[in-house]
């Protein structure tokens, strides 16, 4: 089993910044996949960012060059730092681990973006 456990969500304006973190512990030898997701009201959930076990990334179309993810391998703590927020990027944010044969999730955390 792995547990992920999310912060750094909140409030923040048009153009604001917020970084979340999504520490892993547990059986996280498994793990292949590390990322964010998130979900509005009324839409589907969405992948936003994810990286593999090499290091590669890949980014939702819409927050290329506004986000980073990154990951502290030696903490098993990855990383979304979101720049000049938008309000459609208002949602609830998932942390999710793919093991290759399981979906792990957060318990999700809120990020509001005000107009």
């Known amino acids: 089993q792995v547990q992920l456990v999310e912060s750094g969500g909140g409030l923040v304006q048009t153009g604001g910044s917020l970084r979340l973190s999504c520490a892993a512990s547990g059986s996280t030898f498994g793990i292949k996949v590390m990322g964010w997701y998130r979900q509005a009201p009324g839409k589907p959930r969405e992948m936003v960012a994810d990286?593999?076990?090499?290091?590669?990334?890949n980014y939702l179309d819409s927050v290329k060059g506004r986000f980073t993810l990154s990951r502290d391998n030696a903490k098993k703590t990855v990383y979304l730092q979101m720049n000049s927020l938008k309000p459609e990027d208002t949602a609830v944010y998932y942390c999710n681990a793919w093991a290759g044969y399981q979906d792990y999730w957060g318990q999700g955390t809120q990020v509001t973006v005000s107009s």
């Open positions: 990286i593999n076990s090499a290091g590669s990334v």
